[in-house]
């Protein structure tokens, strides 16, 4: 391999590589950090810590895969934790959009004074093959000046198995210390299964 085909510009993939070795440097992309199971033991789960929630990194992506609920219709929404504390006082704002199986309609919600913010499934169903997934966003938790910002888009079955999408926006607007938890919590019963997973997001 001549000196000329790796540069500080790049490879030249032209030439022949055989790598041996380790290599190291910092990496880009995604940093798996945790995973939680639900398991039917509690109505809520909790993903991200003080320790996890750092400086390291300005944007979490959370993840939902295989949700399920222990009760019929329930609904699954989402509290933020600050300073350890769950936050289930009335000062969630959001915005909310929604599209459902069989009708081309989007339908609109927002409200100024939520105890939560809602929906990361609305009216889930219970059946066989019945169940949720979401991808969501936590902008920059530890930082003690602004307001959080939690994006999130779902996908749920509900309880006609009729398939529904949420895009939602929230933030909690009564307190601006540091995101140390995001409660994901059904609305009835327990959470019954499913598994939530926590990325940080390099910075570039």
């Not at 910092?26 to 993903?47: E, H, Y």
């Not at 895969?65 to 769950?86: C, E, Y």
Request: glycine letters at 10%; a negative charge; zero cysteines.
């Amino acid at each position: 391999m001549s000196k000329t085909t790796v540069a500080s510009t790049g490879i030249d993939l032209s030439d022949t590589f055989a790598f041996t070795g380790t290599v190291t440097g910092t990496p880009t992309g995604l940093t798996f950090l945790q995973g939680v199971d639900a398991d039917n033991s509690a109505a809520a789960i909790t993903v991200g810590s003080s320790s996890l929630f750092s400086s390291t990194y300005k944007v979490y992506l959370l993840q939902g895969i295989n949700l399920t609920m222990a009760t019929d219709t329930a609904n699954m929404h989402v509290q933020f934790l600050i300073s350890g504390s769950t936050k289930s006082d009335a000062y969630y704002r959001y915005v909310r959009t929604r599209m459902y199986a069989g009708s081309s309609t989007v339908s609109g919600y927002a409200s100024q004074g939520d105890t939560q913010i809602p929906y990361v499934g609305e009216s889930i169903g219970t059946s066989a093959g019945e169940n949720g997934y979401f991808t969501a966003y936590l902008y920059n938790p530890s930082d003690t000046n602004d307001y959080k910002t939690f994006q999130m888009i779902s996908g749920t079955q509900d309880s006609s198995r009729d398939q529904q999408q949420n895009v939602t926006s929230g933030t909690y607007k009564a307190d601006t210390g540091a995101v140390t938890g995001i409660s994901f919590f059904s609305s009835s019963g327990n959470i019954a299964a499913g598994r939530f997973n926590l990325y940080g997001i390099a910075n570039a």
